[in-house]
Every structure is written in structure tokens, then in C-alpha cells.
């Protein structure tokens, strides 16, 4: 790695004497700082590769020293060294601050020749980069307005949906295999359960017993290939025993991976009691 130039912030002299005889041996040219003050001026004046920066020096901190020295040139790799690491520091300094690592001391000196190393081969691609880096950012954030527009639409269109569902004065569910997918809220008000026991609950136990055959029938027959009405009646209980007759449309959709069915329920109560007193009259 000839040419290279490190820059070493440490307020212990004995570690950048370590550090500059392990440059040395690396073939890099380096500077040495005393603390952060002196790391970012070097940094404000001459060329830079790589700034190995303590976090506790005086005047000015390794963090600090890290933003500025990002503001100056983001293309700068930084490794922080410490010796009292907290797992959310290191969280923070390499997604937030954007240092290329953290090593602790004492220094394993082959994990710190291999750190090194990578992030000087990270700056010499930026670098050789330089010329077609304007117009790779252009593309990468045209590319990022794109998927934003996407996501967004995405999202819209969910919610339109969602609030088309929860605004029907029907009852919406979904059911797959022997339980309910999903419920709109008119399912909760209209059988007094709440959502977390519609889902518990196996689909069957929301009819009468009495409709219950006829009903898994059709069910049954909606979710293969066979040919069958999409309407059908029933009886639908409610949580304090009494029930509501409901029209049920239905039809085959996918949930998850799997087939499912969708329906669309609908409070035909009054119309029934209509429909039986007009029998009653009749006879």
C-alpha cells in the first residue's frame, strides 16, 4: 500500500509511536495529532486517506473530531479506537457518524493490519471513483426518488383500500382453512367479539348449528374448482347467543400463499322477519 497517508489522533504517546512504526512497516505516510483540534486541522490542510482516531483526547474528542473530519471530505475512511466500548457507541459512530470501524485496545495487530488494509481499499476506490461519482449519485438518487415513488403508491393504495373496507356498512372477512384471516370492524360490532377472538375462534362456531352442514358445504366447494352460487343465507351467532340472519357474497382469493375465501356479509334480518310475516299473513 504505498503512498498512502494515515493520520494518527492520539493523546498517548506511546500508542502513536506504535501506530507510526506499523505504518512504516505497511509503507504509508502518516501524520500524528495529539487531539481532535490538530487531527481536523491536518485534515482541513492536507491530503488524507484514512484518520485512526481515539474517542477520549483533550480539546476536542474522537466523535467530534469524526463529524468534522466528515463534513470536511465524507470519502475519508475513519477507524475509532477505544479502550471502554458500549454496543450502542459502536451502533451510533459507524451507522450515524459514518466510521468505516471500531477496534478496541490493547490492538490485535493482525485484525489491525486487515482493518487497516480494507479501509484503505475502500478510499482508493472512492478515489479512483472521482469522475463518475456525480453522475452515480445522480442515478442513485433517481433511483431512490423511483422506489420512494413506488413505496408511496404502495402504501396509498393500501390505505385507500383499507379505509374502503372499514367504511362498509357490510361485514368483510377473509377465511382460510377453518379460521378467519381478517375481520373489518363491522364483523366486531355486528357479533360483539373482538378482533383478537375472531381470529381464535374456528369459522364454523359463528354459525347456527342448524345452518352449519349447508353452509361448510358451500365453503368447502368455493375454495375448489367446482362451479357454485356466490351468494348463500345463514345464520350468524353472535357472542351472547342470539343470531342475525346474513347474506353471505363470496368468493375464492388467495391469503398468504394459499386459497382463501372472501366475503362479503350482509344484515338481512329485517328483510327475514319481513319476508316471514308476509308468509304468516298469507296462510
Not at 70 to 83: D, H, M, S, Y
Not at 148 to 154: A, D, G, I, N
Request: proline fraction near 3%.
Amino acid at each position: 500500500m504505498p503512498d498512502e497517508v494515515v493520520l494518527i489522533a492520539d493523546d498517548d504517546i506511546q500508542i502513536r509511536r506504535m501506530l507510526s512504526r506499523f505504518l512504516e512497516n505497511e509503507n504509508c505516510r502518516f501524520f500524528e495529532a495529539s487531539n481532535g483540534k490538530e487531527a481536523v486541522d491536518i485534515v482541513r490542510n492536507h491530503w488524507v486517506d484514512l484518520a485512526i482516531l481515539d474517542i477520549v483526547m483533550p480539546e476536542m474528542d474522537g466523535i467530534e473530531a469524526l463529524k468534522q473530519i466528515k463534513e470536511i471530505n465524507r470519502a475519508i475512511q475513519v477507524l475509532i479506537v477505544t479502550g471502554h466500548a458500549e454496543l450502542e457507541s459502536v451502533r451510533q459512530i459507524i451507522f450515524d457518524y459514518g466510521a468505516f470501524d471500531y477496534l478496541l485496545k490493547p490492538f490485535d495487530t493482525g485484525e489491525l493490519r486487515l482493518t487497516i488494509r480494507r479501509a484503505l481499499r475502500e478510499r482508493e476506490m472512492v478515489v479512483r471513483s472521482d469522475l463518475l461519482r456525480e453522475d452515480l449519485e445522480n442515478r442513485i438518487a433517481e433511483l431512490e426518488r423511483d422506489f420512494k415513488e413506488k413505496t408511496f403508491r404502495l402504501r396509498e393504495s393500501q390505505i385507500k383500500y383499507r379505509n374502503i373496507v372499514e367504511s362498509s356498512s357490510d361485514a368483510i372477512l377473509i377465511t382460510q382453512g377453518s379460521h378467519v384471516k381478517f375481520a373489518n370492524s363491522v364483523v366486531m360490532k355486528s357479533t360483539g367479539y373482538p378482533r383478537e377472538e375472531i381470529l381464535k375462534i374456528p369459522f364454523n362456531e359463528f354459525l347456527h348449528p342448524e345452518d352449519r352442514p349447508r353452509a361448510l358445504d358451500g365453503y368447502g366447494k368455493r375454495l375448489g374448482d367446482e362451479k357454485r352460487s356466490s351468494v348463500s343465507r345463514f345464520r350468524l351467532m353472535k357472542k351472547d347467543g342470539s343470531f342475525l340472519w346474513v347474506e353471505d357474497h363470496a368468493a375464492k382469493t388467495l391469503w398468504g400463499e394459499g386459497p382463501a375465501v372472501l366475503h362479503v356479509i350482509r344484515d338481512i334480518s329485517e328483510r327475514m322477519k319481513n319476508e316471514e310475516s308476509l308468509i304468516i299473513r298469507r296462510s
